[in-house]
């Protein structure tokens, strides 16, 4: 998919077969994949992933390491299951929200410097935390 960051078509082909993208994007029946099904599952997924990576590193990613692209296949094959996902489908997704809230609170890491604020401070576990010289003033001190 062109423009799509974390996505690779060809390797879920690789993974899932052709034969499983075509009957979960086929959606008119007429036996050709239908693109505006996979870009919407596409979009919707990185849409997602970039939620929680965003809170913690700098969009977009000069690179997507290999762990968000298999995090994108995984939420990507949700999507196009929709409500039809069978159990496996459901918990590699469910495996992979938990991996990006770990990624999102720093407790796993992408090996890439963490998103820094305009005024110099650090995003760490979603929270931004500024570094400075001491205080001058203080409520104890008149």
């Known amino acids: 998919m ?16 052709e034969a499983e993208l075509l009957q979960l994007t086929d959606r008119d029946g007429d036996g050709l994949e239908d693109l505006g099904v996979l870009d919407r599952a596409v979009t919707d997924g990185e849409a997602e992933i970039d939620a929680y990576v965003g809170a913690r590193y700098k969009l977009p ?9 298999r995090i994108a296949r995984d939420i990507v094959r949700y999507n196009l299951f929709d409500q039809r996902a069978p159990e496996e489908v459901r918990l590699r997704y469910t495996r992979a929200v938990k991996l990006l809230e770990s990624i999102r609170t720093g407790e796993t890491s992408l090996g890439l410097p963490p998103a820094s604020t305009p005024d110099g ?3 760490i576990g979603g929270e931004i935390q500024v570094s400075g010289p001491p205080r001058i003033f203080k409520r104890d001190a008149f």
Request: net charge neutral; proline share 7%; hydrophobic share 30%.
């Open 121 to 123: 401070g650090r995003v």
């Open 2 to 17: 062109p423009g799509s960051q974390y996505f690779d078509r060809q390797d879920y082909v690789d993974r899932h077969g």
């Open 61 to 69: 990613l000069a690179t997507a390491p290999e762990l968000l692209k």
